[in-house]
């Protein structure tokens, strides 16, 4: 079992050559900036609505609850332009409606893989840091993991994005393990989707070539 569960074995032919110290970059700059409770007792009502989900034995009806969850906090746009880096300035209007729906159906079974992997256990928030005004992560451990548990040191991050109206969304999330750091737009979708798009000319060229390839991935899931 991997942080991640089965996003290293069909998606990661890239993403699993994408776990370097770029992560632990990211996550160790962060200074020790102060809580964020509102933004604590967001991702503690989410864990809560994921628990009966999560303490489900039937794989199926988890990650249809999961999938829910993903769809309702999510947002998923701004996920995906995040996920583009410096590219994102270069989608063009009429590739846009096309490249959001493919990456939202790509990262959901990802979140689903992600949350999947603490089946049987229960989430809890364990503190936050503010980098900004609109930037908070929030961090959640096992409550009360066997001593056996391998993931029982494990820290999963929840990256929140604030409105200008005050309202919560999650935008990326994170896993640290005394092995392991990674990022999920912040490192792995970034450096997976900028190679792709750069090796394709850039651009609106690159664009589509990237789009194609989220397709293929994404028929592989239903296939």
Known sequence: MTAFGGVSVDIGRRIAAIICASTALLFSALSPAFADDEAETFIAGIMLEAKP???NADEAARNKGIGELVEKYVDMRRAAHFSLGQYARQLR???RETYYTVFAEYVTPIYQNLLSDYAG???YVTGSQTLSARDIIVNCQIENPA???PLKDAVVHWRLYRSRDGSLSLFDAGVTTPSL???LAASQFQSQFKSIVANNGGGAAGIDAL???LQAEVAKFTN
């Open 121 to 123: 256990r229960t989430l």
């Open 147 to 149: 001593a056996d548990d």
């Open 181 to 183: 750091e990674l990022w």
């Open 53 to 55: 989900f999560l303490l």
């Open 93 to 95: 209007e009429d590739q």
């Open 211 to 213: 789009i194609a390839e």
